[in-house]
């Protein structure tokens, strides 16, 4: 989740209605020897498909895992309910065209009603005390804004350029883990001010039917290769070859929006070597780790209607983050991030289920697990075909975001999220990327002639 300020943060869809008014894009066969390769079929994939085809250029897309999306799906199954087991804040409405395309096709896409309500202890906090919190978000965004501008331009880790008479403040822990942890998935020493300030985002939407099934829905007509590992990507001599689990592909150019993670993991050989500087890009630029843990009850236990952020007032980076009754269907998300998040997956679910329950607990009373029916975890660090949740740049690394997008040779794009020039980290950021990518693409097989 990509949360930058406070109160600012992130049923079933009936399938027959909304494909009834779905715009069909009618894609021509899958070519064997295509005119571009792209390497993923998460939103940036998918997005990168459809531009191609708008501009006429025929592709192949190849992907992993047995599905589309990526890095946001919705699971209907584990609670009976869409449970977004990744993305879920539908982030910037001015810029986001996946807002209206739900809307234009049947989803109930609606304002995130932004409230929220901490608590000290077991009570909730007396209006003074929320005052102070506020008090301790300004000062926060004060304190990283001024690092991100600093003259000195050393783009200190925001630990340090918080201070640590911060954290001895009442809220201090509480404020950096809900800008921190939670938000960029890191501890506050291990990522840039300067990445935290320059992205773009805010005043977020939620879809009721899970923001990975609209994004499902978004690319439902592009035709993608599924269970196609793509091992090996070769970019010497003309064109490229891209090798796969079920073969080669021979290309004039390829599109990678595999996270920064699989980069980073060579989980993908290149032939040659990528450069140094660009080697250089991909381990300044982190895959952090987030994770959700639903916690499905009987009803409404927070009793504060849907959608509502709770925090308790924290003294390290290790707690857990709440979202009451999602979308009115009371199950309760929760999330942890950075080395907390770490720690816990190497843990067995049920240790991270009780891990958020007991801080339920810890403000609503024990006898709240009478209400609890189930929960699940998420562990995104483990995921093969990601190797974490997203990119968050470490200290002193921003401006590798702009050599990690660039081009190699011409023909070998580097997409998604993490080469967003505004919007890491993000669903709409990956699509933005996916789109500038294939726009590039296009130019570079249009001026082959
Ligand atoms: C826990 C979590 C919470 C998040 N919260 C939000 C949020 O609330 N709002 C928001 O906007 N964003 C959020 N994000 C970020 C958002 O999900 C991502 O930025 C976005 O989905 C990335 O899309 P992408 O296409 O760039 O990458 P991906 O979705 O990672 O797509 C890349 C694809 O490449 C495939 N692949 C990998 N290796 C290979 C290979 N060797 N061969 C073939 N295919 C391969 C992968 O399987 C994957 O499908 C969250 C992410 C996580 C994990």
């Known amino acids: 989740m990509i949360n930058r300020k406070r109160s600012q943060r992130r049923l079933l869809l009936k399938a027959g209605v909304a ?53 946001v799906h919705t699971d209907n ?13 539908v982030n910037y409405p001015t810029a986001n065209p996946l807002i209206k395309y739900g809307k234009d096709n049947g989803f109930d896409i609606y304002r995130d009603p932004r409230v929220s309500k901490s608590f000290v202890g077991s009570r909730e906090a007396t209006e003074e005390e929320s005052r102070d919190q506020d008090k301790t978000y300004k000062l926060f965004n ?29 809220w201090g822990y509480t404020v950096a883990a809900n800008q921190g942890v939670w938000s960029m998935a890191q501890n506050s020493k291990d990522y840039s001010p300067t990445d935290w ?23 439902q ?6 269970g196609t590992w793509v091992t090996e990507v070769d970019w010497s ?10 073969g080669t592909i021979k290309a004039k ?12 993991n060579n989980r993908i050989k290149f032939t040659p070597e990528l450069p140094v500087e660009k080697q250089e890009a991909i381990d300044g630029i982190d895959m952090a780790v987030m994770n959700y843990i639903g916690l499905q009850f009987t009803d409404d236990v927070f009793g504060y209607g849907a959608d509502v952020y709770v925090d308790q007032q924290q003294h390290d980076e290790n707690g857990v983050g709440y979202m009451a009754n999602m979308s009115g269907t009371n199950l309760v998300y929760s999330y942890v991030g950075g080395d907390q998040a770490k ?34 975890a998420t562990t995104t660090g483990k995921i093969s075909f990601w190797d974490g949740a997203y990119s968050t740049a470490r200290p002193g690394k921003q401006p590798m975001r702009a050599v990690l997008r660039q081009t190699l040779a011409e023909k070998l794009f580097f997409s998604g999220e993490a080469c967003s020039p505004s919007r890491w980290a993000s669903v709409d950021g990956g699509l933005n990327a996916g789109k500038n990518s294939a726009t590039d693409a296009s130019r570079y097989i249009k001026s082959l002639g």
């Not at 390829?254 to 920064?260: D, E, F, G, K, R």
């Not at 816990?344 to 029916?373: C, P, Q, R």
């Open 142 to 170: 004060r304190k990283i804004k001024a690092s991100a501008y600093s003259v000195r331009g050393d783009d200190d880790n925001a630990r340090t350029a918080l201070g640590e008479d911060f954290f001895k403040l009442p």
């Open 19 to 71: 494909s009834i008014f779905a715009p069909r894009i009618v894609f021509a066969n899958t070519p064997t020897n295509p005119e571009v390769v792209i390497i993923g079929a998460g939103i940036a994939g998918l997005e990168a498909a459809k531009t191609l085809h708008a501009e006429g250029i025929s592709f192949v897309v190849l992907e992993a895992s047995n599905r589309i999306g990526g890095r």
């Open 221 to 226: 007509d592009v035709p993608v290769s599924l």
């Open 197 to 219: 300030w320059n992205s773009e985002g805010g005043g977020q939407h939620f879809c009721r039917e899970g923001y990975g099934a609209l994004v499902a829905h978004y690319g």
């Open 237 to 246: 001599g003309e064109g490229v070859k891209v090798i796969t689990s079920a």
């Open 253 to 264: 150019a390829a599109i990678l929006t595999v996270s920064v993670g699989v980069l980073a």
């Open 343 to 376: 720690a816990l997956e190497n843990e067995s679910m049920d240790v991270s289920i009780a891990y958020s329950l007991d801080g339920m607990k810890s403000m609503l009373g024990n006898d709240i697990e009478k209400k609890f029916v189930k929960g699940y």
């Open 77 to 89: 199954d584990i609670f009976g309910v869409p449970f977004d087991m990744h993305a879920h804040w």
